[in-house]
Nanobody, 127 residues
């Protein structure tokens, strides 16, 4: 069984920065890509950024390119999402996810097809 635990959410002003962390545990973590989805109020969940397990390729949604940076510890079990130049439209619950797919595949999957989810952490950007 895979468990994903997020931390680092909070309230920040427009243009500010936050860093999210996700710690993954479980025997199969080493074989999974890990990433981030988010769900804004009244919206569907969407992929934000994902990193492939095999080749470390990183996918970013167009809405966050140039502002968000995803990194991973060498042990591949902790990932980070550095969010800069935050906008009110980035306000959402951010979920750590994991799946055997590649990064781009996982981040563009319908959320119902992503295998593993954390509980989420709230990010609120005030204008």
């Amino acid at each position: 069984q895979v468990q994903l635990v997020e931390s680092g959410g909070g309230l920040v002003q427009d243009g500010g920065s936050l860093r999210l962390s996700c710690e993954a545990t479980g025997s199969s973590v080493d074989f999974l890509s890990i990433g981030w989805f988010r769900q804004a109020p009244g919206e569907e969940r969407e992929g934000v950024s994902c990193i492939s397990n095999l080749d470390n390729k990183i996918y970013y949604a167009d809405s966050v390119k140039g502002r968000f940076t995803m990194t991973r510890d060498n042990d591949k079990r902790t990932v980070y999402l550095q969010m800069s130049a935050l906008k009110p439209e980035d306000t959402a619950v951010y979920y750590c996810v994991a799946d055997p797919s590649t990064a781009q595949s996982m981040c563009t999957l319908p959320p119902s097809l992503v295998d593993y989810w954390g509980r989420g952490t709230q990010v609120t950007v005030s204008s």
